[in-house]
């Protein structure tokens, strides 16, 4: 009775163990569920935990083995965070490093979300290579999602600064043509006049002012009725810059109606309302208003500290220095500058050089040395020239290289036209010739008795002769099919009934290849070297062993002697597929002044040749010596644990 009450009380221990314990697990659930909705909630993504908290409820869930879901939350919070410009190192290098370890296993929708953040960030970093290999990996997914074609197109246009910072300009016209075409299919209409402006942007280096500005007012009328003022002042930031590079009279002006508008919009990104700010600032200095430019200056250096865009740090240094040289204050480095512009030319980064003469100009005008300041603004004004003509004529050379392809392509297809015309012409001619042809011969058999008695003697001797050769192909046929299709029967007995469909199909696919090796197309034409190439081609895309070939051979020997030649090749190489094992594959041909030698090596795991050979079985081996006999060659084999060496030497 005590025992039976122990055990009870035992029982009832276990089971409230038990219920706390599924109690404590569905708090856990919940609070994890609760922390996934927060972080999947965009709103929270301006929270200053946000980034802490997205990143420890990844590593927990990974930590409770939930990998297949847990991606999605990273490749969100990495979209929402690059919306807003809000980017940091740390999350950063974390993102990158679980990106590249989990590549394989993620879907495209979570690797474009990572890739759209790691381009956004490395693209405010000025970081071009980083941005351009991410840019490799998006540029070869096929996508189909309306969401998956927006952060891919976004991806493009960060890309293409990337490129025209760099004045690769054909680099930068082909993504932004693919952003656009990726925004029209999702009928964006504020994606396409973003790429809209990046391709004004682009015309500049054509000096194409007039157009230029033309359209410009175009985009800011259309962007003006879809009332974003992201995309507004992005417009009107590249119509400054326009005006900026005309020296227009309505520069200041441009630059006080857009910073009096958009100086205090909190919708902005901080990024395009900092260059607001930068730009009005160029702008009072142009003007010499030190006094404001002064004030302006400390109102956004905190700003500026915080900014995550490398760009907009060193616009405003390049202001700020020139700003003290304006009033005197300090003197420039002009070593430190002068080794800035050189890195900037080589580079091709025409916007940096720009910054820099500026400074250098300045200076030089402060110091009192005209002549330097004059000869430092003819070369700003060269440097920008052979960027637009050096850019303009590889665009040129581009479009009419594009331009005379479609034409060759155009001209080739005419006279493929042309030419199956002509066959069909040509091959009525000869019908008609044929027939005239028989019609005579007919009479000229019924006259002449004795040539009709002397043609049947032909005609008994060539089909002896073609008896003979038919004997011998089938004999050649036999050791073809013999170690290719005779095994994989006697396999197909043995396997199981669910295996037995796959071993059929190779058998098939099998026949159809001894049948198109039967006689290798267009062999006449190409002859022995080609046909070696092309052969080494699909064996290198085919098997899993590397294979080369050294030719030197100038199509010395007659067709047939190089068609046996090629049974002798092909034949070596489907028995070093089937047996060798090895790993690496030579053919060397070489033509020497006296003789032709052929040698195929293998580090396979080699064979004993004296006992192949004296084995019936062994056709493949028979069937390479006999050709290499029919062709007065002489041939060795070579054959160790370490591999195969089949020389053949043919005398001229």
Same mark, same amino acid.
């Given at each position: 009775?005590? #025992?039976?009450?122990?055990?009870?009380?035992?029982?009832?221990?276990?089971?409230?163990?038990?219920?706390?314990?599924?109690?404590?697990?569905?708090?856990?659930?919940?609070?994890?569920?609760?922390?996934?909705?927060?972080?999947?909630?965009?709103?929270?993504?301006?929270?200053?935990?946000?980034?802490?908290?997205?990143?420890?409820?990844?590593?927990?869930?990974?930590?409770?083995?939930?990998?297949?879901?847990?991606?999605? #939350?990273?490749?969100?919070?990495?979209?929402?965070?690059?919306?807003?410009?809000?980017?940091? #190192?740390?999350?950063?290098?974390? #993102?990158?490093?679980?990106?590249?370890?989990?590549?394989?296993?993620?879907?495209?929708?979570?690797?474009? &979300?990572?890739?759209?953040?790691?381009?956004?960030?490395?693209?405010?970093?000025?970081?071009?290579?980083?941005?351009?290999?991410?840019?490799?990996?998006?540029?070869?997914?096929?996508?189909?999602?309306?969401?998956?074609?927006?952060?891919?197109?976004?991806?493009? /246009?960060?890309?293409?600064?990337?490129?025209?910072?760099?004045?690769?300009?054909?680099?930068?016209?082909?993504?932004?043509?693919? +952003?656009?075409?990726?925004?029209?299919?999702?009928?964006?209409?504020?994606?396409?006049?973003?790429?809209?402006?990046?391709?004004?942007?682009?015309?500049?280096?054509?000096?194409?002012?007039?157009?230029?500005?033309?359209?410009?007012?175009?985009?800011? !009328?259309?962007?003006?009725?879809?009332?974003?003022?992201?995309?507004?002042?992005?417009?009107?930031?590249?119509?400054?810059?326009?005006?900026?590079?005309?020296?227009?009279? *309505?520069?200041?002006?441009?630059?006080?109606?857009?910073?009096?508008? *958009?100086?205090?919009?909190?919708?902005?990104?901080?990024?395009?309302?900092?260059?607001?700010?930068?730009?009005?600032?160029?702008?009072?200095?142009? &003007?010499?208003?030190?006094?404001?430019?002064?004030?302006?200056?400390?109102?956004?250096?905190? $700003?500026?500290?915080?900014?995550?865009?490398?760009?907009?740090?060193?616009?405003?240094?390049?202001?700020?220095?020139?700003?003290?040289?304006?009033?005197?204050?300090? @003197?420039?480095? /002009?070593?430190?500058?002068?080794?800035?512009?050189?890195?900037?030319?080589? $580079?091709?980064? *025409?916007?940096?050089?720009?910054?820099?003469?500026?400074?250098?100009?300045?200076? !030089?005008? &402060?110091?009192?040395?005209?002549?330097?300041?004059?000869?430092?603004?003819?070369?700003?004004?060269?440097?920008?020239?052979?960027?637009?003509?050096? $850019?303009?004529?590889?665009?040129?050379?581009?479009?009419?290289?594009?331009?005379?392809?479609?034409?060759?392509?155009?001209?080739?297809?005419?006279?493929?036209?042309?030419?199956?015309?002509?066959?069909?012409?040509?091959? =009525?001619?000869?019908?008609?010739?044929?027939?005239?042809?028989?019609?005579?011969?007919?009479?000229?058999?019924?006259?002449?008795?004795?040539?009709?008695?002397?043609? @049947?003697?032909?005609?008994?001797?060539?089909?002896?002769?073609?008896?003979?050769?038919? $004997?011998?192909?089938?004999?050649?046929?036999?050791?073809?099919?013999?170690?290719?299709?005779?095994?994989?029967?006697?396999?197909?007995?043995?396997?199981?009934?669910?295996?037995?469909?796959?071993?059929? =199909?190779?058998?098939?696919?099998?026949? &159809?290849?001894?049948?198109?090796?039967?006689?290798?197309?267009? *062999?006449?034409?190409?002859?022995?070297?080609?046909?070696?190439?092309?052969?080494?081609?699909?064996?290198?895309?085919?098997?899993?062993?590397?294979?080369?070939?050294?030719?030197?051979?100038?199509?010395?020997?007659?067709?047939?002697?190089?068609?046996?030649?090629?049974?002798?090749?092909?034949?070596?190489?489907?028995?070093?597929?089937?047996? +060798?094992?090895?790993?690496?594959?030579?053919?060397?041909?070489?033509?020497?002044?006296?003789?032709?030698?052929?040698?195929?090596?293998?580090?396979?795991?080699?064979?004993?040749?004296?006992?192949?050979?004296?084995?019936?079985?062994?056709?493949?081996?028979?069937?390479?010596?006999?050709?290499?006999?029919?062709?007065?060659?002489?041939?060795?084999?070579?054959?160790?644990?370490?591999?195969?060496?089949?020389?053949?030497?043919?005398?001229?």
């Amino acid at each position: 009775m005590k #025992i039976f009450k122990i055990l009870s009380f035992a029982i009832y221990g276990l089971l409230i163990s038990c219920a706390n314990k599924d109690k404590k697990s569905q708090i856990n659930s919940l609070e994890s569920n609760e922390k996934v909705q927060w972080i999947l909630d965009k709103k929270n993504a301006t929270d200053t935990s946000y980034i802490h908290k997205a990143i420890s409820t990844y590593k927990d869930l990974i930590k409770k083995n939930k990998s297949k879901e847990v991606f999605n #939350i990273l490749t969100s919070s990495a979209t929402y965070l690059a919306d807003q410009e809000k980017f940091d #190192i740390a999350y950063t290098n974390f #993102i990158e490093r679980e990106f590249l370890i989990r590549r394989p296993n993620i879907d495209i929708k979570n690797k474009l &979300r990572v890739i759209y953040y790691l381009v956004f960030y490395y693209n405010a970093k000025m970081n071009f290579k980083k941005v351009k290999e991410y840019g490799n990996i998006v540029s070869k997914l096929q996508v189909n999602d309306k969401d998956d074609k927006n952060n891919l197109a976004r991806i493009y /246009t960060k890309i293409v600064n990337v490129h025209f910072h760099s004045s690769q300009l054909d680099s930068s016209y082909h993504y932004n043509n693919k +952003s656009i075409r990726l925004y029209q299919e999702i009928n964006d209409k504020v994606g396409v006049l973003e790429s809209q402006i990046n391709a004004v942007r682009l015309k500049l280096f054509n000096k194409q002012y007039k157009e230029c500005l033309k359209k410009i007012d175009s985009i800011i !009328a259309e962007a003006e009725k879809l009332k974003d003022d992201n995309l507004i002042l992005r417009a009107y930031l590249q119509k400054i810059e326009i005006y900026s590079i005309l020296e227009s009279p *309505f520069y200041n002006s441009l630059n006080d109606t857009v910073y009096n508008r *958009f100086v205090n919009n909190k919708k902005l990104l901080s990024s395009r309302r900092l260059i607001c700010k930068l730009y009005y600032m160029q702008s009072l200095l142009f &003007r010499g208003d030190y006094k404001k430019t002064k004030v302006l200056l400390k109102d956004i250096e905190k $700003e500026i500290i915080d900014s995550n865009f490398t760009t907009v740090i060193d616009f405003y240094n390049y202001l700020n220095q020139l700003y003290q040289i304006e009033i005197n204050s300090v @003197d420039l480095d /002009t070593d430190f500058y002068n080794q800035l512009l050189l890195k900037y030319k080589k $580079e091709k980064d *025409f916007f940096g050089c720009q910054n820099v003469y500026p400074l250098l100009i300045s200076d !030089a005008t &402060r110091k009192g040395d005209l002549k330097k300041a004059l000869a430092l603004s003819e070369e700003s004004f060269k440097t920008y020239n052979l960027y637009a003509s050096q $850019e303009n004529a590889n665009k040129i050379m581009e479009y009419e290289v594009k331009y005379k392809t479609e034409k060759l392509n155009n001209k080739i297809q005419i006279n493929k036209i042309e030419l199956e015309k002509r066959n069909r012409t040509i091959l =009525l001619l000869g019908t008609i010739i044929f027939i005239l042809c028989s019609f005579v011969f007919i009479y000229y058999l019924i006259d002449k008795q004795k040539k009709l008695r002397k043609i @049947d003697e032909e005609k008994k001797y060539f089909t002896n002769q073609l008896f003979y050769k038919i $004997e011998e192909e089938r004999k050649r046929i036999a050791t073809d099919l013999h170690d290719s299709i005779s095994c994989d029967l006697l396999e197909l007995k043995t396997i199981d009934n669910f295996k037995k469909d796959g071993k059929i =199909l190779e058998i098939i696919n099998n026949l &159809r290849q001894i049948s198109r090796n039967l006689h290798p197309s267009m *062999f006449e034409r190409l002859r022995l070297k080609s046909s070696i190439e092309d052969l080494v081609i699909k064996l290198q895309d085919n098997q899993d062993f590397f294979i080369s070939a050294d030719i030197e051979y100038n199509n010395s020997l007659e067709v047939n002697v190089e068609l046996q030649l090629y049974r002798i090749i092909q034949e070596t190489l489907n028995n070093i597929i089937k047996h +060798s094992q090895a790993k690496a594959v030579l053919i060397v041909l070489k033509e020497n002044k006296d003789s032709i030698v052929l040698e195929i090596k293998d580090n396979g795991v080699g064979f004993d040749f004296k006992e192949k050979f004296e084995s019936k079985k062994s056709f493949g081996i028979h069937s390479i010596v006999q050709r290499a006999n029919s062709i007065g060659a002489k041939i060795t084999v070579n054959s160790n644990s370490l591999g195969t060496v089949v020389n053949l030497e043919i005398k001229k």
